[in-house]
């Protein structure tokens, strides 16, 4: 079985915020793998263990960035190739567009199984998979929790509100990966060396924007206030307290 | 009247000498099987510095050293010892008939030598109803579990002594009574058998003759197969002790210059990382198993087993044992066994550990217990990726942001703030602030406390700021060896890129570390632990401080008192009258953090920091001094469990709050 996972490398999530000039500067970010992508590349080795085939793993990214350590890891779990695309035009919040340049090369895979996280952790919109089974023309199962295969026939767990939504349908089929889906492991040190002897190719695309949105302004949320610790001989005492800076500060009784 | 004469028309010696081959043949063939099996293990050069190996060899197993710290049992089991040394010559002329006596005779030094001899088994004599006494009345907690083995071993032991007193005695009684002075014990007994019919005699000399020598036979038989199999292991085990300073832990693979080698070069078509399989152990790792004399004071100082753990420490050096008696005619052809070393140790002890070398401080045979728990977790680490599941976040946190927190490495310096330090320039010292002072709430406050402190003394120094990363010590205590290289290769170029080799830190995993560790990934400093400075500049009278008011106990932190070896300088720069727990300096007990086990979970009622808050409660100290960060975490929550609300500070911090105010 050919699947393909799709990477998104998102900024980690401790980086440093800051906006300059109205903009994002991202110049400081170090970038990680989209952790939905990990159950992703976690289950799809899953499947290759189950019933043989490749996993091909395919990115879209800036072309001035080192992320070749975070893929290799992915490497390591088991997937077997690693494809970035790199364009110095990318950017994290174009769904549109970045669909159609990903559908140019999995097109190309000829994959029976697409599989990526329900959504990236930079900027949430949760598009690009959907989107992208638009493109390539195949079914779509959104925030999948639980996967099954059985020959050709896909069986799709969907946690909602109050139960569980149980999904078949038939392959080439897009998945897009809930959180927990499936328990990533940890790769062997011997498993991350060898991931440096599997094939890892840079490929410059053209970055021809789509119909996309804009971004038109970004700002920090505001800074938290310190907290208050109320002093007090007894717990009536603080109650008291705590009642009279209710009503009198805060004003919300 | 002697017991060499003929039994059944057959010389006495044709018995002795069928004897003899029997039991040492038997001694031999198992202590043939046992070196073969310690052979097995792989290269561990210590054929070094042989001088200092003969000097400790003198005093840690002639001079037992270590033995008698023990003051009890300890001394029972050097006067059996130098006992035995004594009369060892005595087997040799009852051997052969009185012929070695007759040597000597010849040089006129049978007289001394009886007298040696005679001392000699004086000396086992009274060590052993010592260790009787111990065994059957004291009956101390450790020993109520053990076999019945060693109290048999001792009467056997008792049952040569007192056969060779009637011997000697025989000697001297007979057909023309000859007391020989030299042998005072000897004449006690014969006066005693004075009156005794020449045929009762001739039969109680001649069966205290074999009773001894089935004894002695029957010894050498047994050595090899129980405990006593350390009267042989312990040889090797004592010269070729480790010469690395305590705690510092082998690099995955060294060149010929001992220096680890690159990351990047490592070859790992060829490396076996960890321990999992017997032969995966130096050769020196294994004669651990054969000296371990079950003397169990590992047991009684691991945190581990205190608070109730799977972990033994001295289980694992008898798993080792017996793993390999039981495999060892498998593990001889080649081949390994189903069950593994990791299985036979059983993971949960190995996970228990929290490296604080308790137990290897406390052995008096120079067993290594913690590098087998360590390199089985580098085992289960980077080959079958079996650990706690905390530790992978642990690990991916120090991957990414270089802190155990995972928080953004860019806020490491945000303490600082308004304190006007140099950061990432060149100064006399390099202040190591460690992640803990650099991100814990709680441990900032101790690394502004030591800048201020420094600052008011006038000394010279910076931090690295976003420069900094661990230092590695969790990863590599955890097994991640491979992670905690890549930390150390990146710390020492950023170290060395600054060109300060004058370090100070508030950590002592930092100290151990950074000063012990680094050199072999080319990292050469001088580290300082914050107490050795403070102190310095107290003395110096750069820094007027008062001495505390209140009582203080002082918890010393593992990596910094045993096994980095300083215990005086904290003391000495708190100065006041610190009110001390039983066990301090070398002998404190851990809190409980080491060995990474602060980011594993731990049951509530298995906590190794409860048991050490209530030891610093029970002082009666209005406040806790430590020295190390995770010290601060695991007291400060310790002392919160059991009710306790004594305050626990760092000592920058006590002395900053005791400084002199200038006018």
């Keep these: 079985m050919n699947i393909a996972v799709l990477i998104k490398m998102v900024p980690d999530t401790e980086s440093k915020l800051e906006i300059v000039n109205g903009k994002l500067e991202e110049s400081n970010f170090k970038y990680m793998v989209n952790p939905y992508d990990e159950f992703a590349v976690e289950q799809a080795v899953q499947f290759k263990e189950a019933v043989g085939g490749k996993v091909t793993l395919v990115s879209l990214f800036t072309d001035n960035n080192t992320i070749d350590t975070d893929l290799r890891k992915m490497i390591a779990i088991g997937a077997d190739e690693v494809i970035v695309l790199r364009s110095k035009d990318y950017r994290g919040d174009k769904p549109s567009t970045n669909a ?22 930079d900027y949430y919109q949760a598009a690009t998979g959907p989107m992208l089974a638009q493109k390539l023309d195949i079914p779509n199962i959104s925030g999948v929790t639980k996967l099954e295969l059985n020959d050709n026939l896909i069986t799709a767990h969907r946690q909602m509100e109050g139960g569980i939504q149980v999904i078949e349908s038939q392959m080439p089929i897009l998945i897009s990966c809930q959180k927990d889906m499936t328990k990533v492991r940890f790769p062997a040190l011997k498993d991350i060396m060898m991931s440096k002897r599997k094939p890892f190719e840079n490929q410059t695309v053209d970055y021809e924007e789509e119909a996309d949105i804009k971004q038109i302004e970004c700002t920090l949320p505001p800074a938290r206030g310190g907290g208050m610790i109320i002093e007090g001989e007894t717990p009536e005492e603080k109650v008291d307290k705590l009642i009279n800076i209710l009503k009198m500060e805060a004003k919300v009784l | ?43 561990d050069h210590r054929f070094d510095s042989w001088k200092q190996r003969f000097k400790e060899f003198l005093t840690d197993w002639l001079g037992q050293r270590k033995v008698i710290e023990d003051k009890f049992a300890g001394y029972a089991h050097a006067l059996i010892f130098w006992g035995f040394l004594m009369l060892i010559t005595d087997v040799i002329d009852l051997g052969t008939g009185g012929l070695f006596e007759d040597l000597l005779t010849i040089i006129m030094l049978d007289g001394i030598w009886n007298l040696i001899v005679d001392i000699g088994y004086a000396m086992a004599g009274i060590g052993v109803l010592f260790a009787l006494y111990r065994r059957l009345v004291i009956r101390p907690e450790k020993l109520k579990n053990t076999s019945i083995e060693g109290s048999l071993i001792l009467l056997a032991i008792l049952g040569i002594i007192i056969t060779a007193f009637i011997i000697e005695a025989g000697n001297m009684i007979g057909d023309e009574n000859k007391l020989n002075q030299w042998e005072p014990i000897g004449v006690l007994f014969a006066k005693q058998m004075n009156g005794i019919s020449t045929s009762n005699l001739s039969t109680i000399i001649d069966l205290s003759y074999w009773i001894h020598m089935i004894l002695i036979g029957g010894f050498l038989i047994e050595i090899p197969q129980t405990k006593h199999s350390h009267l042989i292991g312990t040889v090797p085990n004592v010269m070729f002790q480790d010469h690395n300073p305590m705690g510092t832990m082998l690099p995955m693979q060294v060149d010929e210059n001992n220096m680890a080698v690159k990351s990047d070069d490592l070859d790992f078509d060829n490396l076996t990382l960890g321990v999992n399989k017997f032969t995966d152990f130096t050769w020196r790792q294994l004669s651990d198993g054969w000296a371990c004399t079950e003397c169990a004071r590992c047991q009684d100082v691991c945190p581990a087993y205190s608070s109730g753990k799977t972990l033994n420490p001295m289980q694992i050096i008898m798993d080792l044992k017996n793993y390999g008696s039981e495999h060892g005619s498998l593990l001889l052809t080649g081949k390994n066994p189903d069950e593994t070393i990791v299985e036979r140790f059983n993971p949960e002890a190995i996970w228990a550990c929290t490296t604080c070398y308790a137990c290897v401080n406390a052995c008096p045979v120079h067993i290594e217990h913690v590098p087998k728990l360590t390199d089985t977790r580098r085992h289960l680490v980077m080959e079958a ?83 900094e990363t661990c230092n590695g010590d969790p990863a590599r205590r955890a097994g991640n060896e491979f992670l905690f290289q890549m930390m150390a290769e990146m710390n020492v170029d950023n170290i060395n890129s600054l060109g300060t080799l004058k370090v100070i830190t508030a950590c002592p995993h930092c100290f151990h ?20 400075i403070l102190n310095k500049l107290r003395k110096e009278k750069k820094l007027n401080i008062n001495d505390f008011e209140h009582k203080v106990t002082f918890h010393d932190p593992c990596y910094l008192g045993r096994i980095g070896g300083e215990t005086e300088a904290p003391r000495e720069a708190l100065g006041g009258n610190i009110i001390e727990m039983e066990r301090h300096g070398k002998n404190s007990f851990c809190c409980g953090g080491g060995g990474a086990r602060v980011w594993m979970e731990e049951d509530a009622d298995k906590r190794v920091n409860e048991i050490r808050a209530r030891e610093a409660s029970e002082t009666g100290a209005e406040c806790i001094a430590v020295g190390c960060p995770f010290c601060m975490t695991m007291m400060s929550d310790g002392l919160k469990t059991i009710g306790d609300e004594k305050p626990v500070k760092d000592i920058s911090e006590i002395l900053l709050e005791n400084l002199e105010v200038k006018t």
């Design chain 2, 513 to 532: 570390t950074i000063g012990k560790e680094y050199e072999k990934y080319g990292g050469k400093y001088e580290v300082y632990h914050h107490s050795q």
């Design chain 2, 385 to 467: 990726t079996e650990f706690p599941e905390e530790l992978q976040n642990l690990f991916n946190n120090l991957e990414r942001n270089s802190n155990p927190w995972g928080l953004g490495a860019h806020t490491r310096a945000d303490w600082t703030e308004g304190l006007d330090i140099k950061i990432g320039e060149p100064a006399e010292y390099l202040f190591y602030v460690g992640c803990a002072g650099s991100f814990d709430e709680r441990n900032k406050s101790v690394s502004r406390a030591t800048a201020i402190l420094l600052k008011e003394a006038g000394v010279d120094f910076s931090i690295l700021g976003e420069m």
């Design chain 1, 100 to 121: 159609e340049i990903l559908a140019k090369k999995v097109k190309e895979l000829n994959a029976d199984l697409v599989l990526c996280g329900v959504q990236g952790i």
């Design chain 2, 1 to 43: 009247m002697e017991p060499f004469h003929t039994y059944y028309g057959i010389e006495w010696y044709w018995f002795l000498l069928v004897w003899t081959i029997f039991a040492l043949g038997l001694h031999i063939y198992q202590v043939g099987f046992i070196v073969r099996l310690i052979k097995l293990g792989k290269e």
